[in-house]
């Protein structure tokens, strides 16, 4: 189910290409996200309307390789990727890469993959591939890139549970002095 109508994301996209109003200003007058606003406006331009009633889809691994090898050759933002081939939401193109990355130079694993369940043990590093050997330097690069975000996102995640606790645990002590 989408948030919003067909209509509502019509009338918003021309209320914007129409007006001398920018981004916010316009998102700000109907209420929506600047980047949904954003991602509404780029796909309006380049497939028309048909674009913005295009209900929740399946795409084919070799649609999504199509899609991921035209970002890496164009060098282009997830946002721009999405819009050019209709796509509803700029993420899904950052979520193909990754599991393009992830399973290794081949990609045909970008089929439709189930999430774990999260857990709270820490799981054991997996040994080097045999594959790496074969991945281009760039590959590699953009690999090792995505494994340094990942590990300071987690860092930065495992700071702040450590800081809440802290406050949990202080809370109460200042409350009996």
Same mark, same amino acid.
């Given at each position: 189910?989408?948030?919003? +109508?067909?209509?509502?994301?019509?009338?918003?996209?021309?209320?914007? %290409?129409?007006?001398?109003? *920018?981004?916010?200003?316009?998102?700000?007058?109907?209420?929506?996200?600047?980047?949904?606003?954003?991602?509404?406006?780029? $796909?309006?331009? %380049?497939? *028309?309307? +048909?674009?913005?009633?295009?209900? *929740? @889809? @399946? =795409? +084919?691994?070799?649609?999504?390789?199509?899609?991921?090898? =035209?970002?890496?050759?164009?060098?282009?933002?997830?946002?721009?990727?999405?819009?050019?081939?209709?796509? *509803?939401? $700029?993420? &899904?193109?950052?979520?193909?890469?990754?599991?393009?990355?992830?399973? /290794?130079?081949?990609?045909?694993? &970008?089929?439709?993959?189930? !999430?774990?369940?999260?857990?709270?043990?820490? !799981?054991?590093?997996?040994?080097?591939?045999?594959?790496?050997?074969? !991945? $281009?330097?760039?590959?590699?690069? +953009?690999?090792?890139?995505? &494994?340094?975000?990942?590990?300071?996102?987690?860092?930065? %995640?495992?700071? &702040?549970?450590?800081?809440?606790?802290?406050?949990?645990?202080?809370?109460? /002590? $200042?409350?009996?002095?």
């Amino acid at each position: 189910m989408n948030k919003y +109508t067909e209509q509502f994301r019509i009338a918003v996209c021309k209320a914007y %290409l129409e007006g001398d109003n *920018g981004f916010r200003k316009v998102a700000r007058q109907f209420d929506v996200d600047v980047s949904l606003l954003r991602r509404w406006v780029s $796909s309006y331009r %380049l497939h *028309g309307v +048909t674009s913005l009633s295009k209900p *929740g @889809q @399946q =795409y +084919t691994p070799d649609f999504k390789r199509e899609v991921v090898g =035209y970002k890496r050759a164009h060098h282009l933002s997830l946002r721009q990727v999405a819009a050019h081939f209709g796509l *509803g939401h $700029s993420s &899904l193109v950052g979520i193909w890469e990754r599991q393009y990355y992830s399973n /290794g130079s081949e990609p045909q694993t &970008l089929a439709k993959q189930r !999430k774990p369940a999260m857990s709270n043990k820490p !799981k054991p590093a997996p040994p080097p591939a045999k594959e790496d050997a074969l !991945k $281009s330097r760039e590959q590699l690069m +953009t690999e090792i890139e995505y &494994l340094r975000m990942e590990n300071a996102y987690l860092k930065e %995640l495992e700071a &702040l549970q450590e800081q809440k606790r802290r406050r949990r645990q202080k809370i109460p /002590g $200042s409350l009996r002095s």
